[in-house]
């Protein structure tokens, strides 16, 4: 399965720290993302980093990538009680369409 | 910009009903459009993808005539789950790209949840 694997499953820290959360993967991808998703609602994109990158920035985000270690990162700095989400990674490929899948998420609580 | 429609947002109905679920791109032509279902606190899993003009694609193990997927127009999409019950009871999201381009991000709807009696 190509399915990502998120670790920790859950990560519960204080307002003003910084979250990480990692990716791992099996095979071959295109491309890499991270979405985030509040309690019973749709997904929104985060960001995307392409196989040949190895660090991308959005605002306080920050997004590593080793295509080596089929691994990525997500660093949110500065977090706020506003991020308390779950953050899936979901990897891409080529051919045809744009076709993902999603890893098994990371829960963050960050208590204000 | 970019934004998906997913409508009704939640659906209680009795075992044997047929329920419609409805995605629409509202500010952008959304030439392929994804169902994904998740049950709770669990990742979601791709059901089909769904081709404007064209049949869908199905994952496996999705029963296509138990998941109906119709893509008549670039913004609009519709599953329909027919003669839902019990076990059909769960979170249904759908997403649409931009097009077809690799590396394009999804959009996702809200989401709908489903409760069969």
């Known amino acids: 399965s190509q399915q990502g694997e998120e670790d920790p499953q859950a990560l519960s820290i204080q307002e003003g720290e910084n979250a990480t959360m990692n990716c791992s993967y099996k095979?071959?991808?295109?491309?890499l993302q991270w979405y985030r998703q509040n309690s019973g609602r749709g997904l929104v994109h985060l960001i995307l980093i392409r196989s040949n990158e190895r660090e991308k920035h959005s605002g306080r985000l920050r997004v590593t990538l080793d295509t080596s270690k089929k691994s990525s990162s997500l660093l949110i700095t500065a977090s706020r009680a506003a991020d308390t989400a779950s953050y899936f990674c979901a990897t891409g490929f080529s051919g045809g369409y744009q076709k993902v899948t999603f890893g098994t998420g990371t829960k963050l609580q960050v208590i204000p | 910009g970019a934004v998906v429609s997913q409508h009704p947002s939640r659906v209680i109905c009795k075992s044997g009903t047929s329920v419609k679920i409805e995605c629409r791109s509202l500010d952008f032509q959304a030439t392929t459009m994804f169902w994904y279902r998740q049950f709770p606190k669990q990742s979601l899993m791709l059901m089909a993808t769904s081709n404007e003009g064209s049949k869908a694609t199905y994952e496996q193990g999705v029963e296509k005539d138990k998941f109906l997927i119709n893509h008549a127009s670039l913004t609009l999409s519709t599953l329909t789950v027919t003669s839902a019950h019990p076990e059909d009871s769960s979170f249904y999201i759908c997403?649409?790209?931009?097009?077809?381009?690799?590396?394009?991000?999804?959009?996702f709807g809200d989401g709908t949840r489903l409760s069969i009696l």
């Open positions: 095979t071959s991808i295109n491309n």
């Open positions: 997403s649409a790209s931009l097009n077809n381009r690799v590396n394009q991000p999804q959009h």
